[in-house]
């Protein structure tokens, strides 16, 4: 059994933006020598996330007006008593998931035809990260 | 270490199904011969999901009126400018979960009593499938 | 490789509860004896979920009104024909996630730094469990 470890980091431009990471992690998984497991992809801050979905630019637009409306940024949360201005960001993360679990198969991401994986930032503009661990053979 | 792979293919007589397969599932980890250790469960379509929730027939009556409430289709989306209509479907399958990780102890699925898991169609009429990929002892 | 599974019971004096498991999943960790790998926390109910987000008293709040929000109780649905009353419960827990794969390095949860691990409960005051599947080397 392999167990191979490493990170992707992270620093947008914008506050609110989605990466796609399918090829770095494509890369990772090259690298760990895994030809049959699978690959964890967890973000590692809270207002961030990790998703499976397509590569579309209208998709991804549609994708942020709609959790907009799902969990609203600038209303009065608790959370904010504590100087904090994201409570919409935890939200936001939450619907999208903050991790995703791929399977490996003959060395590649058995991903299918349009599956792509996203790192989903919703408070950028400083460093954050992901973790990649890869489990199998 | 064991890991094996196998898929099951889905093709619903409706646009949106959700398809129990909980007993195909602990089928393909029996066949496996893993003991101990998890399987990944993970649709390869990016407008349908796998989830664990109950069989029961209102409850997925409800589950499909409260995601056409969260995530209504024939809205005016971005996405509907390449020629597809259905944007909903991406939105929908995001809040069921694209991939489940079940547990097998014993050579068993190890699923508490209501617990079932379920392939969630929201484009269907056509050949789609789902990956299952064991891993363990 | 290495499988330990272990479980974590809960009963809930409020109906709707988060409760923070992250020190009693890491001491499964440690029992564990894995150096590398991950652990799967998955509820083992179907109105119950485990998530990973901030421990603030202010965001669990802003959880629960904006679960409430976005899946009311009380509503007419076709589940309570059947004699039950937790329809939202089972939607809640679809949004917050049933179950979560935290990676292990070095023989501690690798997580960042405000990352807390949350048993969330739909429908407590009674004995419900969540499963622990700890895989590595």
């Known amino acids: 059994m392999v167990v191979h470890t490493d990170y992707l980091f992270f ?10 990471i399918t090829d770095e992690i494509a890369s990772i998984v090259k690298t760990s020598g895994v030809k049959e497991g699978m690959v964890l992809v ?17 998709l991804i637009e549609d994708f942020q007006v709609w959790l907009e409306k799902l969990a609203p940024s600038g209303l009065d949360y608790q959370h904010h008593q504590t100087g904090e201005d994201n409570a919409d960001a935890h939200l ?17 991401l058995d991903l299918g035809p349009w599956e792509q994986v996203f790192y989903a930032e919703f408070v950028g503009r400083r460093k954050k990260r992901a973790i990649d661990k890869v489990v199998g053979l």
């Open 11 to 20: 620093n947008t431009k914008k506050r609110q933006e989605f990466v796609r």
């Open 42 to 58: 967890s973000a590692m801050h809270i207002t961030s996330g990790v998703f499976v979905n397509d590569w579309e630019e209208g």
């Open 92 to 108: 936001k993360r939450t619907i999208m998931g903050h991790q995703v679990m791929l399977p490996i198969t003959d060395r590649t």
